[in-house]
């Protein structure tokens, strides 16, 4: 039993002997490798620093396609609606029509008038806005002459009357107002 206890000791000295001289090896290599960085890294160096910029420049173009997309996604929201917004406008006119043409203020005229307010709600809510015309001055983005005529009410350049309203999306205007414009 003693035997085997010296031979455990012997492999523990002959252990750490070892491990001290791995300690002692790595010491000199890392010393070496400070010494020796200078010129041994110069070149290893120049090629990290190209990666690191390359990573960098595929990093920003990343970014920037990244931004470009989402804007191009908002825009897309933005107006995803336009198209359909275009084709109420007509049935809108109509039964604004309807409302200016109608006498008698009956059960049928106020179910129409409320069927209009709900219709505009809604395209508001949207982000539809109607363009205001009459009494303003002319403004060829908004507006669209038809007529010029000469008018003693009205100061020159503002519009007299409205003959199809106008509306905007958002920032985007989709129709402009056709109207009258005093001389």
Excluded: C, W
């Excluded at 003693?2 to 010393?31: G, I, S």
């Excluded at 970014?63 to 049935?91: D, F, G, H």
Aim: no cysteine; net charge negative; glycine share 2%.
């Amino acid at each position: 039993m003693e035997k085997k206890y010296e031979n455990e000791e012997l492999e523990n000295e002959t252990v750490d002997q070892v491990v001290d001289e791995v300690n002692e090896n790595n010491e000199d290599v890392v010393e070496a490798t400070l010494v020796d960085e200078p010129e041994q890294a110069s070149p290893e160096n120049d090629e990290s620093t190209k990666l690191r910029d390359t990573i960098a420049r595929l990093q920003a173009d990343f970014q920037n396609y990244r931004n470009r997309t989402e804007k191009e996604k908002s825009a897309i929201y933005k107006t995803a609606n336009e198209s359909l917004i275009l084709k109420l406008l007509p049935v809108m006119d109509n039964l604004e029509r309807a409302i200016a043409s109608e006498k008698e203020h009956d059960a049928f005229y106020e179910g129409v008038k409320l069927i209009h307010q709900d219709m505009m709600k809604v395209l508001e809510n949207e982000g539809l806005t109607k363009i205001e015309s009459d009494g303003e001055l002319f403004d060829p983005n908004l507006h669209h002459a038809v007529f010029m005529e000469e008018s003693d009410s009205v100061e020159s350049e503002h519009i007299i009357e409205t003959f199809q309203v106008g509306y905007k999306l958002k920032d985007k205007i989709i129709r402009p107002a056709m109207v009258k414009v005093a001389k």
